[in-house]
T-cell receptor
Framework: EAQVTQNPRYLITVTGKKLTVTCSQN?????MSWYRQDPGLGLRQIYY???????DKGDVPEGYKVSRKEKRNFPLILESPSPNQTSLYFC?????????????FGDGTRLSIL | ELKVEQNPLFLSMQEGKNYTIYCNYS?????LYWYRQDPGKSLESLFV?????AVKQEGRLMASLDTKARLSTLHITAAVHDLSATYFC??????????FGTGTSLTVIP
């Protein structure tokens, strides 16, 4: 089954404790992206990647890091989480960027930073 | 930067009625997408609109695109309860970013 898998689904942690949210897709997609969803703000793009070793900042990259060492994986790293990063996070992938088709989304990761 | 605005933000409608959700975007966009999100769930792709005048229909939902007006609409015909969800439009450009609207929360009342 074609899917985007995120882990964990839920995480409660404390300020400053490094965490990683994993994302994996099995569709051989080139484009992967991370979003955060906050009430009244829709989805905002954090980082995206057009291919292995190619990553770019989205609209809200501050406080986040990503890497793309393999085509299927695109982890999101919070080196020193803060309460304003409490949010619902989605990973998504598509064949090749906005021009070529819709994104497939993971089930989301709800992060709470205390 | 491409900005995407949706309205209304909230929509409560009776079953059987028709209504339209509007999506305006600020600069040239190569593609316009509509997604649906059920409460507590992920986003599901509904429509991809590729060019000016494009119209796509699926069941009671119809989406259209006017690139000259920078406007896309999602029209709901004879609403049913199952259509209750949050609907997002998103625009993409050759800069490889996606830009989402704030979403329209639709509640269909029996």
């Amino acid at each position: 089954e074609a899917q985007v898998t995120q882990n964990p689904r839920y995480l409660i942690t404390v300020t400053g404790k490094k965490l990683t949210v994993t994302c994996s897709q099995n569709m051989n997609h080139e484009y992967m992206s991370w979003y955060r969803q906050d009430p009244g703000l829709g989805l905002r793009q954090i980082y995206y990647s057009m291919n292995v070793e190619v990553t770019d900042k989205g609209d809200v990259p501050e406080g986040y890091k990503v890497s793309r060492k393999e085509k299927r994986n695109f982890p999101l790293i919070l080196e020193s989480p803060s309460p304003n990063q409490t949010s619902l996070y989605f990973c998504a992938s598509s064949l090749s960027g906005p021009v070529l088709g819709p994104q497939h989304f993971g089930d989301g990761t709800r992060l709470s930073i205390l | 930067e491409l900005k995407v605005e949706q309205n209304p933000l909230f929509l409560s409608m009776q079953e059987g009625k028709n209504y339209t959700i509007y999506c305006n975007y600020s600069t040239t966009s190569d593609r316009l997408y509509w997604y649906r999100q059920d409460p507590g769930k992920s986003l599901e792709s509904l429509f991809v609109l590729l060019s000016n005048g494009a119209v796509k229909q699926e069941g009671r939902l119809m989406a259209s695109l006017d690139t000259k007006a920078r406007l896309s609409t999602l029209h709901i015909t004879a609403a049913v309860h199952d259509l209750s969800a949050t609907y997002f439009c998103a625009a993409g450009n050759t800069g490889n970013q996606f830009y989402f609207g704030t979403g329209t929360s639709l509640t269909v009342i029996p």
